[in-house]
């Protein structure tokens, strides 16, 4: 079975890509080892899919080289796929920070895509498994559960480590080491932090629990949400940050953003309040309140038994508690993967192999991961799209 155009993956990147290359008249085939098509896109956003991020810029994507998402992101805007989006009638808001939501389901972008595909004459196989790969004169030939297929270009969207139980595999980074390109260090990315066991007795019974706070690493920091779990730290925050996290960091939380420590414990050092009860003050639920004093030894205290010293590294804990992590949740609670096919290794302008003519690798195969919010749903629509316009 001959074709123009094979991409492996029935992804976001896949169908965007296969999309773009139907409607240049190439013969296309997605296939995809997977009983069921997009079940990223369907359970993204809690079951809304937030598709995209107005501020989808290349400074928001993590990669070894910054630089490369650049002309992907410039060929196929965010404004790009909402004039898809529109053009499908599909209702959409903004929940926040310019992230885009269907008001109603993620079926619909999936019904998009696969109505886009149809348009251009794309044909689709699911449950099929890849055997093997070989580059042969002319393109690529594969061995597959289906028969043997042959195309010109083979585009890989195969997607990364994360949420292995619906079907995340290494065949993509596998593909890329057959061909000789390197990779990166991959790791999950997007994911919830566990707690140290010292941490786990204090505040493992504020799961549940969840504050304003800016976290930081270094010069990098994310102002939202914290949610306390059983085993760790989660919420936009932390998830974010994750991304930027290595083993044996600490994260500094301040728990405080809005306010001045110092000030406000100068101003009380006469109080006969316990300090937990006076934390209220700033909308800190008062079981967390009593257990970050107690894991810093402030149990039970009150205001005015602080001496000066005392008062100053409080003041410091609020605006920069040092909370080491113990790790992530891995990839099962991970939302991409960090990491992937080096971009030294293909060509920012239509993600094909510098060395391979034909081999493309798109979406979160490549090593080039957004911030939560959207942006890598985006990074998988430009990549696609650019791919899409050259294989």
Not at 149 to 174: D, H, M, N, R
Not at 202 to 212: E, I, M, N, Q, T
Request: glycine share 10%.
């Amino acid at each position: 079975m001959q074709y123009d155009v094979i991409v492996i993956g029935a992804g976001a990147a896949g169908l965007m890509c296969a999309a773009t290359a139907g409607q240049r008249g190439r013969r296309v085939f997605v296939l995809d080892h997977a009983s069921k098509l997009a079940e990223k896109i369907r359970i993204s956003g809690g079951g809304r899919c937030n598709f995209t991020n107005v501020y989808s810029r290349f400074d928001r994507y993590l990669s070894a080289n910054p630089h490369f998402c650049r002309s992907a992101l410039s060929q196929f805007t965010p404004q790009d796929f909402i004039a898809m989006v529109e053009r499908h009638g599909i209702a959409y808001h903004e929940k926040k920070l310019g992230q885009l939501f269907c008001d109603q389901s993620s079926e619909q972008i999936i019904q998009m895509l696969v109505s886009e595909c149809e348009q251009a004459g794309v044909q689709r196989q699911m449950g099929v498994t890849i055997e093997t790969v070989m580059q042969q004169p002319g393109g690529f030939q594969l061995q597959t559960t289906q028969g043997r297929l042959q195309s010109e270009s083979l585009v890989v969207a195969t997607g990364g480590l994360s949420i292995p139980q619906i079907g995340a595999t290494p065949f993509g980074y596998q593909l890329a080491e057959q061909f000789g390109l390197p990779l990166t260090t991959l790791a999950p990315a997007l994911v919830p932090l566990t707690f140290h066991v010292e941490d786990v007795t204090y505040f493992a019974d504020l799961a549940g629990v969840s504050l304003d706070v800016e976290v930081a690493i270094g010069k990098t920091s994310f102002r939202e949400n914290v949610l306390f779990t059983h085993k760790g730290l989660s919420g936009p925050a932390i998830l974010q940050i994750s991304s930027y996290w290595q083993p044996g960091q600490a994260l500094s939380l301040n728990l405080l953003p809005d306010h001045d420590a110092s000030d406000w414990l100068q101003q009380k050092a006469s109080s006969e309040q316990l300090i937990a009860n006076a934390l209220a003050e700033f909308a800190w639920p008062k079981r967390f309140a009593e257990a970050w004093l107690a894991r810093l030894d402030y149990a039970g205290r009150r205001l005015k038994d602080l001496s000066p010293k005392q008062r100053r590294r409080l003041a410091e804990q609020l605006h920069g508690w040092q909370l080491k992590p113990n790790g992530t949740q891995g990839y099962k609670k991970a939302e991409v993967t960090l990491g992937g096919v080096a971009t030294q290794a293909l060509s920012s302008k239509t993600m094909m192999a510098n060395t391979v003519p034909g081999l493309f690798f798109i979406g979160e195969v490549v090593d080039v991961t957004g911030w939560l919010g959207g942006y890598n749903f985006q990074w998988a629509w430009s990549s696609g799209f650019v791919a899409g316009q050259h294989c």
